[in-house]
């Protein structure tokens, strides 16, 4: 029977998108790794390549459709033999379930069938009612070790498919039973009436401006943030002379070499040690616990028209300043591009938000989740302070906060962080040994 192209899942908090463009039209022959379309993410347009080979016999969603969930019949593929009167309507599919509630373990089972095709994509067996039942091959293996009957286990993954964690948690006295019931995502205020908005501004002239996929986006994950992460706030002051001095006669060393270290170079360097140095705050909230991460992961916000990007900058405690500088120059280039591939978006503990080339003096950040903590970095500018001796001298000052999820990092843990921060950037020439 014909084959149901499904919208893919580009990225796990991927929802639904938008069919930019099809490469493809009815009629056309494709093979496996053929791109037959573009999908418009909120974060980027990737292509999408063909699974199967066949012949693309409709296509059901349109050129510049918005809002096309996950999962949905995008097309139909006809496989040898078959014709256009092979085709039915397609089955109105199901939601896939939000990323936060995959374990990492199963994600990419549990995600198999959202990258493009719902028939092939899952083995499947028959239930004693003659209805197929669909599983992954993890989660059939461990079936048959447990003695447990598929048709008896309720599946969790998209389309109904039963994943590794649907298995594992049902037991052979009872199979019948539903599932461990996943995290509820958290209930969204309603939104404002529109049309009541407009009447208040009657008679004033203005712009309506529709909101894009990356804006809803930013608007319904910090409004989460917001909601749902008991956000509490540290601040110190760091003194930068020291560092402003060792960055000058690095970046004259450097010149020949075409390398010019920023300020935000050092500071992501001192980030990624002090979280070397205080572990347990170099962790994520994962619902039900805590991943507490080995590597320093990095992310640093880039505004880009319309929104912002937020890239990892993966193992930064390793890495030089020079070689930190120039993946950070890529990944912003890139990012105001729209260039970037989700893993590169995707992931880390810990993100710095830095306003200070924008002249402002001290900010609140919200986290990103996952994340533990989200560093603001302010302006540094010269201020009059109070020297050891009692005598007041000029230095240039840097404001930073931290914001910190309670759930993560209680507030000793949260200061310990800050003041590993402050160490390395007041000792900048520490940071190399």
Not at 345 to 356: K, T
Not at 362 to 374: E, K, L, S, T, Y
Not at 379 to 392: C, F, L, R, Y
């Amino acid at each position: 029977m014909p084959i149901e192209i499904l919208m893919p899942a580009l990225s796990p908090t991927m929802e639904d998108g938008t069919l930019a463009k099809w490469l493809v039209k009815e009629g056309d022959a494709v093979s496996s790794g053929d791109v037959i379309a573009e999908i418009e993410t909120d974060k980027a347009t990737m292509e999408f390549e063909a699974v199967d080979e066949g012949v693309i016999g409709k296509l059901l969603v349109a050129e510049g459709t918005e809002g096309v969930k996950v999962n949905a019949p995008i097309a139909m593929l006809l496989e040898d033999g078959e014709s256009v009167d092979d085709l039915g309507a397609p089955a109105t599919p199901k939601e896939a379930p939000a990323s936060s509630n995959i374990a990492p373990a199963e994600a990419s089972e549990a995600t198999a069938p959202a990258q493009g095709y719902g028939r092939g994509a899952a083995p499947q067996t028959q239930s004693p009612a003659g209805d197929r039942i669909f599983a992954s091959p993890l989660a059939r293996r461990i079936a048959t070790d447990k003695g447990l009957d598929l048709a008896q286990i309720n599946g969790s993954g998209p389309r109904g498919r039963i994943v590794k964690a649907d298995v594992e948690a049902a037991t052979p006295q009872a199979s019948a039973a539903s599932p461990a019931p996943t995290s509820a995502a958290p209930t969204a205020p309603q939104p404002a009436d529109a049309s009541a908005v407009a009447r208040m501004y009657e008679g004033r002239a203005y712009t309506e401006v529709p909101l894009d996929g990356m804006r809803k986006t930013i608007a319904a994950r910090l409004t989460e943030a917001k909601q749902t992460i008991p956000h509490f706030y540290l601040r110190r002051s760091v003194t930068l002379d020291a560092l402003m001095a060792f960055r000058s006669q690095l970046n004259a060393q450097l010149e020949k070499r075409g390398v010019k270290l920023s300020v935000n170079d050092f500071i992501i360097k001192a980030c990624a040690l002090a979280l070397q140095k205080v572990p347990a705050a170099n962790a994520v909230w994962a619902g039900d616990r805590l991943l507490q991460l080995e590597p320093s992961d990095v992310a640093v916000a880039v505004a880009i028209e319309g929104g912002l990007f937020t890239p990892v900058l993966k193992d930064a405690h390793q890495k030089s300043l020079s070689a930190l500088s120039a993946e950070m120059k890529d990944l912003a280039t890139r990012a105001r591009d729209r260039k970037l591939a989700p893993h590169e978006y995707q992931g880390g503990s810990f993100a710095i938000s830095n306003l200070g080339m924008f002249g402002i003096e001290n900010f609140d950040a919200v986290i990103n989740p996952p994340h533990g903590a989200i560093l603001a970095v302010g302006a540094g500018m010269k201020k009059p302070v109070v020297g050891e001796d009692g005598t007041i001298t000029v230095a240039t000052m840097m404001s930073m906060t931290l914001s910190v999820d309670h759930r993560v990092i209680d507030g000793a843990l949260g200061a310990e962080l800050l003041q590993a921060i402050v160490d390395n950037l007041e000792n900048p020439m520490a940071m190399l040994a």
